[in-house]
């Protein structure tokens, strides 16, 4: 997808016949051929140049603004290209170069789409959720052409490698903004003071392993809320000889006691 496409077409023209038109043709999912491009041969003169190609003018303009067409011409061959530049979703099809002459000749090229995936996306870096609770993370790219498979991978606390999860459901194809698919694949898992912030990796798998799919995941991080440490309450103590006052919940005469006890920002002690 994005690239420019070359198709050929050579023609030796056998000596004392003659060729009239060749044209470029195309098919779309059984359809009936559409005529792209038509070069007309110029017998009639002595000039023994082709004339210019004639393009139909019904074309979708988004086609023939980047289609083009290389024509060379040697005594007895003729070469009559197409090029297609930036490629995309509605170039796919059967492509003919037909001529019709003295005698009738024509070939077919097909053209199929591919595309690389896109990174795949997790909505989110970190999840917590309570202890012993059921949680289901989802992990989506467009897919690319022939579409790549995603699964997922888990590094449990204190590993620092991967584990492939087995057992995943059957992932979700859907229709994406151009012909590429969008997957979606869930994974399901319990999470436990064990396992809590374990990191997960959704990551493109197309069946070989290569720099540009290894580069293609996401990560999150799945835990349970950090333990709530009460903090302690700071009182303040005003002591004028024996008594001692505080501005906490307990207020009143502090005597001279070892039975009383008080938690504060900073240790008072009380001889007897």
């Known amino acids: 997808m994005g690239d420019m496409v070359s198709m050929e077409c050579n023609y030796v023209n ?5 060729w009239y038109i060749i044209q470029w043709k195309r098919r779309n999912n059984g359809t009936e051929p559409e005529t792209l491009v038509t070069l007309q041969n110029n017998f009639l ?6 004339l210019g190609a004639s393009w139909n003018n019904d074309l979708e303009p988004s086609f023939r603004n980047r289609a083009r067409t290389n024509i060379r011409q040697d005594e007895n061959d003729l070469k009559f290209n197409l090029e297609i530049y930036d490629f995309n979703c509605g170039d796919r099809g059967l492509y003919s170069c037909e001529m019709i002459g003295d005698n009738s000749a024509s070939s077919l090229t097909r053209l199929v789409l591919k595309a690389k995936p896109e990174k795949p996306v997790i909505n989110n870096d970190v999840i917590i959720v309570d202890e012993n609770s059921t949680c289901e993370l989802e992990c989506e790219v467009l897919a690319g052409l022939p579409p790549v498979r995603l699964t997922w991978l888990i590094s449990t606390p204190g590993s ?18 151009d012909c590429r698919p969008k997957v979606i694949q869930h994974v399901q898992l319990l999470v436990t003071k064990e396992n809590s912030g374990s990191m997960f ?3 493109v798998d197309n069946g070989m392993s290569d720099a540009m799919t290894e580069e293609l995941y996401d990560v999150v991080q799945v835990k349970i809320p950090d333990p709530v ?8 103590l005003s002591c004028t000889g024996n008594e001692c006052l505080s501005d906490g919940p307990v207020q009143g005469d502090v005597k001279n006691s070892a039975k009383k006890t008080f938690v504060t920002t900073c240790g008072v002690r009380f001889d007897p």
Do not use: H, M, W
């Not at 003169?45 to 082709?50: A, G, H, Q, R, W």
């Not at 620092?160 to 903004?177: D, M």
């Open 160 to 177: 620092s490698k991967f584990e492939v999860i087995e057992n995943l459901p059957e992932q979700i194809v859907k229709e994406g903004s």
């Open 14 to 18: 056998p000596p004392g016949q003659k």
């Open 45 to 50: 003169s002595e000039d023994t140049k082709p």
């Open 229 to 236: 440490v009460p903090s302690s309450p700071a009182y303040t």
């Open 201 to 203: 990796r959704c990551q």
